[in-house]
């Protein structure tokens, strides 16, 4: 028995952090709150890698992702058209204090917590690798030219956020990684800082929530004895029941489904623990 039809449902959230990993071995610049973050190569064949994440806890776990698709701003360049590509991170990495200012793509030097070429946060932790940890696979790809709007999107993007909600991969969002096989092919894109809201990286998410049977209170896909405890928080302190079980609807106690939880419930659900 089910608690009716589950219902297509959308994200849409602002990066939560950005970052700059340019290119320099002793790990001594970053730009965690600048209004922009690089990707491609300076004139001097100097590499600059993009770090964007985006909080997507609120999409309820057992959810199933139809649809994933990100906006960035390019608001500075010094090439013409390039692509641009995705990737996983898979290590934590920082965003601290640092500003590289106007235009910011030689960066400033980093502050404590900040991500840099070597380190996730400076300086007490480390990439595996310098230039940061990522997926081999590339999630998406875009061509890049003149200033305006860009978006990423596709099958890539959605596995990336699936994994996320299932608890398969951590999030730590993805990294732009622009041409580095030419020299001056940096793209600026806006940050989180920069001084417009509108120009914030944002992230779009169309997901279909699960959909539990009535009695799982737990939301485990199943109706046991490990649901009665939660069947009566749900009954005797429903706010309680909620903090609890944020991704878990209280009215999958409703067990005789007249559109309430209350003591009418209690029968019902003994008889469907003991197969009733």
């Known amino acids: 028995m089910l608690c009716g039809t589950a219902q297509a449902d959308s994200l849409i959230v602002t990066s939560n952090r950005d970052n700059t990993l340019y290119e320099d071995s002793g790990g001594f610049l970053s730009n965690g709150s600048g209004t922009g973050f690089f990707a491609g190569t300076t004139s001097s064949m100097q590499i600059r890698r993009g770090l964007v994440r985006f909080d997507v806890s609120a999409i309820p776990t057992g959810s199933t992702i139809a649809g994933v698709s990100m906006r960035l701003r390019?608001?500075?360049?010094?090439?013409?058209?390039?692509?641009?590509?995705?990737?996983?991170?898979?290590?934590?990495?920082?965003e601290g204090i640092s500003d590289a200012g106007d235009p910011g793509g030689g960066g400033s030097a980093a502050e404590p917590g900040d991500a840099t070429w070597i380190h996730t946060f400076y300086d007490t932790q480390f990439w595996t690798n310098s230039g940061g940890d990522f997926s081999g696979v590339v999630s998406a790809s875009t061509n890049v030219a003149g200033t305006g709007f860009y978006t990423w999107n596709g099958a890539g993007m959605v596995a990336d956020v699936q994994s996320w909600v299932s608890g398969a991969n951590t999030n730590y969002g993805w990294i732009l990684i622009g041409n580095e096989t030419a020299a001056g092919t940096t793209k600026r894109f806006a940050s989180h800082e920069a001084p417009a809201e509108s120009d914030w990286p944002l992230l779009?998410?169309?997901?279909?929530?699960?959909?539990?049977?009535?009695g799982d209170m737990n939301c485990d896909g199943r109706v046991d004895n490990f649901d009665i405890d939660p069947f009566v928080t749900a009954l005797t302190d429903p706010d309680g029941y909620a903090a609890q079980y944020p991704n878990c609807d209280p009215l999958n106690a409703d067990i005789n489904q007249d559109g309430v939880?209350?003591?009418?419930?209690?029968?019902?659900?003994?008889?469907?623990?003991?197969?009733?």
Request: hydrophobic share 45%; aromatic share 10%; charged share 15%.
């Open 261 to 276: 939880v209350n003591n009418f419930d209690i029968d019902p659900f003994v008889a469907l623990l003991t197969g009733g």
């Open 204 to 214: 779009t998410i169309e997901y279909t929530p699960p959909q539990y049977a009535v």
């Open 74 to 94: 390019m608001n500075r360049t010094i090439a013409g058209a390039q692509i641009v590509s995705l990737r996983r991170v898979t290590a934590d990495w920082g």
